[in-house]
Nanobody, 124 residues
């Protein structure tokens, strides 16, 4: 599975961005992870392909929405609203093709395929 991300950039606090991740190949789970210089890579939002189960980090719930395009579901979006400076980081799209979970939908260890990352900078 190859993943190509886009949509990062610089935005003022309170603004919005939409990240896109296009997957070539079949996956079962896909999600967005965030990494900053001071924190380990953390799950922001993830979705399971088969049952549409979703995960949101507490810090983004109510502000971010994960979704997929039409029938093929090859593109996953992360709509980020009401952005805060603490949302700044490199956002990575990740996917996995395993059926079921070993570590959990929100665990980075669950995902075998990663995109190159896209930088999101939120200015105060």
């Amino acid at each position: 599975v190859q993943l190509v991300e886009s949509g990062g950039g610089l935005v003022q606090s309170g603004g919005s961005l939409r990240l896109s991740c296009t997957a070539s190949g079949t996956y079962n789970h896909i999600g967005w992870f965030r990494q900053t210089p001071t924190k380990e890579r953390e799950a922001v939002s993830c979705i399971s392909r088969n049952d549409d189960r979703t995960y949101y980090a507490d810090s983004v719930r109510g502000r971010f929405t994960i979704s997929r395009d039409g029938a093929k579901r090859n593109t996953v979006y992360l709509q980020m609203n009401s952005l805060k400076p603490e949302d700044t980081g490199v956002y990575y799209c990740a996917a996995d093709a395993k059926k079921g979970f070993v570590y959990g939908l929100e665990s980075a260890e669950e995902y075998d395929y990663w995109g190159q990352g896209t930088l999101v900078t939120v200015s105060s």
